[in-house]
């Protein structure tokens, strides 16, 4: 509906969220109507990638997890993962090429195995929202500095809107993000903020 309503000053970048109701999100990873409806979804003809969908451990060898990141790559789609260190190498070791973004930077995962998965593939990119550790007590931590200045380029923001709370609390969530990004360089806190995602979607975040 958002695409479809081509709103001035609104800039959408669509993705294919493989649920239909909220048991899919422990079921679709097994179930063949979900790829069909993938299937169908796309072609619709201006999707950017399929996701966020969840998926933890060994299950990311399941045929369909492997057969939804096969078909986003051939395609030239991203693909947006809620999911643990297992599942995320398991699905980049699977298909090398495909264009990973890591929901919520793993949450807690330690920044050194943050930094390995950044230093081992180089198509991937790490999603901000819900991740402990960057700033707490109000400055930027020393390994989150160093980690932003040799991977600026590899980190987009986000909200995660999943509930309505989380929209009533848009503004302070944001406010939280401007808090720290003022702490990097400018060309840093520019990429990170939105240069990456108008770079990666090919698209211009409204002023």
Not at 55 to 81: C, H, S
Not at 116 to 124: C, E, I, N, R
Not at 136 to 146: K, L, N, Y
Request: glycine content about 8%.
């Amino acid at each position: 509906m958002l695409v479809e309503a081509k709103s001035p000053g609104l800039w959408v970048v669509p993705f294919i969220r493989p649920y239909r109701v909220e048991s899919d999100v422990q079921t679709w990873s097994d179930d063949p109507a979900i790829f069909a409806m993938i299937e169908e979804e796309y072609k619709r003809g201006y999707y950017k990638g399929v996701g966020e969908f969840h998926i933890y451990g060994e299950a990311a060898e399941r045929p369909l997890v492997r057969k939804t990141v096969d078909f986003a790559t051939e395609r030239n789609l991203f693909v947006l993962a809620h999911c643990d260190e297992r599942a995320l190498a398991i699905m980049l070791t699977n298909n090398p090429k495909a264009k990973m973004i890591w929901a919520h930077t793993g949450f807690s995962t330690a920044v050194e195995q943050v930094r390995d998965f950044l230093d081992k593939h180089p198509a991937l990119m790490m999603e901000l929202s819900y991740r402990s550790g960057i700033a707490e007590g109000g400055g930027v931590s020393p390994e989150w500095r160093e980690l932003f200045a040799r991977y600026s380029d590899r980190f987009l923001l986000g909200s995660d809107t999943w509930v309505n709370q989380r929209w009533s609390s848009y503004g302070s969530i944001m406010a939280g993000y401007r808090d720290w990004l003022a702490q990097l360089p400018a060309e840093q806190a520019t990429r990170i903020a939105h240069g990456n995602a108008e770079r990666i979607y090919a698209g211009k975040m409204p002023n």
